[in-house]
C-alpha cells in the first residue's frame, strides 16, 4: 500500500515569501490533516477535512495560511506571507472518517514524511 | 478538552537497559490513546494504540503501554533498549469518533541509546 505522499520535502524561502505544499492521502482515505512541527515540540494540527470539507481549523493562523482539498484527494496548504515563526515541517497525515472506522474504534492516522521548511 | 503531558523531553538509556516514557493525559470523554515514533527526517510511525480492549497494549519493536485510568498514565515501556531505538517517541490522545478523531500530540521524548 502507497504511504502519504508529500513535496517539497524541504524548502527555504525568505520571510514575506509565499510556500505551497502538496499532499497526496492514502487512497480510501476520507480524511486529511495538516499538522505543524516546531523543532522540539509535538505535532500542532492546523486543519483537518472530511471528503473536501473542513472540519477543523481552529489552529490556523487565517491571516497567512490557507488549505484546499478540491476534489477531496490531493491537499494543498499555503502561506502567504511567510514570517521566520513558520520555520517547522508541515506534517500530513490521513485516515479512514469516523464513519468508515472499523469495530477497533479508534482511527488510526497515518502520516507523510513531512516537508520542512525555513524561513530566512 | 484534552492534553497530553510526557515528563521528560530528553531520555538517555545503555544498550540492553530498560526504556521507560511517561505519559499522562486529561481528557473529558474516554480516550483514545496512541504511542509515535519519529526517527530522524521521516514522518511519524505507529507504534501500538489503546482503543479501551486490554489495558496492557504490545505495540511494534517489542514496545508495550499501559493504560492506568486511575493514574491519568499511559507510560510506554520496552524490557532491553536497543540502538535502533535511539528516536523521538510522541504520546497522542482523540476523543470518540464521533469528535473526528484528531489526534492531540504530547511534546516528545527523544531517546537516546549509549552502547
Known amino acids: 500500500e502507497a504511504g502519504v505522499a508529500q513535496s517539497p520535502r524541504y524548502k527555504i524561502i525568505e520571510k514575506r515569501q509565499s510556500v505551497a505544499f502538496w499532499c497526496n492521502p492514502i487512497s480510501g482515505h476520507a480524511t486529511l490533516y495538516w499538522y505543524q512541527q516546531i523543532l522540539g515540540q509535538g505535532p500542532k494540527l492546523l486543519i483537518q477535512f472530511q471528503n473536501n470539507g473542513v472540519v477543523d481549523d481552529s489552529q490556523l493562523p487565517k491571516d497567512r495560511f490557507s488549505a484546499e482539498r478540491l476534489k477531496g484527494v490531493d491537499s494543498t496548504l499555503k502561506i502567504q506571507p511567510a514570517k521566520l515563526e513558520d520555520s517547522a515541517v508541515y506534517l500530513c497525515?490521513?485516515?479512514?472518517?469516523?464513519?468508515?472506522?472499523?469495530?477497533?474504534?479508534?482511527?488510526?492516522?497515518?502520516f507523510g514524511a513531512g516537508s520542512r521548511l525555513t524561513v530566512l | 478538552a484534552q492534553s497530553v503531558t510526557q515528563l521528560g523531553s530528553h531520555v538517555s538509556v545503555s544498550e540492553g537497559a530498560l526504556v521507560l516514557l511517561r505519559c499522562n493525559y486529561s481528557?473529558?470523554?474516554?480516550?483514545?490513546l496512541f504511542w509515535y515514533v519519529q526517527y530522524p527526517n521521516q514522518g511519524l510511525q505507529l507504534l501500538l494504540k489503546y482503543t479501551s480492549a486490554a489495558t496492557l497494549v504490545k505495540g511494534i519493536n517489542g514496545f508495550e503501554a499501559e493504560f492506568k485510568k486511575s493514574e491519568t498514565s499511559f507510560h510506554l515501556t520496552k524490557p532491553s533498549a536497543h540502538m535502533s531505538d535511539a528516536a523521538e517517541y510522541f504520546c497522542a490522545v482523540s476523543g470518540l469518533k464521533a469528535a473526528g478523531n484528531k489526534l492531540t500530540f504530547g511534546g516528545g521524548t527523544r531517546v537516546l541509546v549509549k552502547p
Open positions: 497525515a490521513s485516515s479512514f472518517s469516523p464513519g468508515q472506522v472499523l469495530h477497533s474504534g479508534a482511527n488510526v492516522l497515518t
Open positions: 481528557s473529558s470523554v474516554p480516550p483514545y
